[in-house]
DNA sequence: TGAATGATGCACT
DNA sequence: GTGCATCATTCAC
């Protein structure tokens, strides 16, 4: 959920990943301590947001007790409330983009293919969720178990194991094989929000 | 319909 | 200097 001047967004997380500590190759904290990722060692529950490829915001909360560093990433949730706000927020960021790439065909087919995207694709994939939800790297550190946080977690439903899939995570390949094919990629089986990326070779 | 590619800022070595 | 927890577009077929 998030709650902001103009109303609130809210949604259901559909796909996540999990990453761990110092020993996993695919994971931010294998470096470490650093700059970026400190608050992955800091206490659960708490937003650590990081930008990839010079434009894309991904989130993820803070997971295992204080000291030890792991995050799960927030890979896609299927929009409930705010549909609007997060339209908007999709082409502010794709406008944005296209400003800085100066083309302007580009732009006006980007906006053209976003409003023809439904409801239920508009935060599809990390890099959506950031920009459905409005998210910058500004946000790490925000408590995301607190109620009154504008941007936060809400109780959802116990969903039953078999609902589950498991796979490897995406675009992890360089992480090496025996980390690159661990099964910690989780989705709601044939759920429409979830996001339909697969792994560029 | 699917594979290749470019965009873009910054963390890290 | 290198390469990334991505996505939209372009170019084959």
Redesign the pocket.
């Known amino acids: 959920v998030r709650d902001d001047a103009t109303g609130r967004r809210a949604g259901t997380i559909v796909e996540v ?1 999990a ?1 761990g500590g110092r020993d996993d190759r ?7 301590p ?4 400190r608050v ?1 060692a800091g206490p659960p529950g708490i937003a ?1 947001v ?7 915001d ?1 989130l ?1 909360v803070v997971c295992e007790p204080d000291g030890r560093p792991a ?3 927030i ?1 896609a949730v299927e929009p409930l409330a705010g549909i609007e706000r997060m339209r908007n927020d ?1 082409t502010r960021a ?1 406008t944005t ?7 302007g ?3 006006a ?6 409003a023809a ?1 439904p409801d239920h694709r508009l935060a ?6 950031g ?1 459905a939800y409005g998210i910058d ?1 500004g946000w790490t550190g925000t408590d995301l178990c607190d109620p009154r946080s504008p941007l936060r977690l809400e109780p959802g439903t116990i969903v039953p194991d078999g609902d589950i899939a498991a796979g490897p ?7 090496g094989e025996d980390w690159a094919s661990r099964p910690w990629r989780f989705a709601l089986v044939g759920h429409r929000s979830v ?1 339909g ?2 792994p ?2």
């Open positions: 990943e990453y695919a994971s931010h904290a294998r470096f470490g650093t700059v970026r990722n992955m650590y990081y930008l990839v490829y010079g434009m894309y991904c993820n995050a799960v990433l890979r999709r794709a983009r296209r400003r800085v790439a100066g083309s065909a580009g732009l087919t980007a906006t053209t293919r976003l995207t599809s994939g990390p890099g959506l969720v920009a790297t995570r995406v675009g992890v390949a360089y992480a996001s990326r697969v560029a070779r």
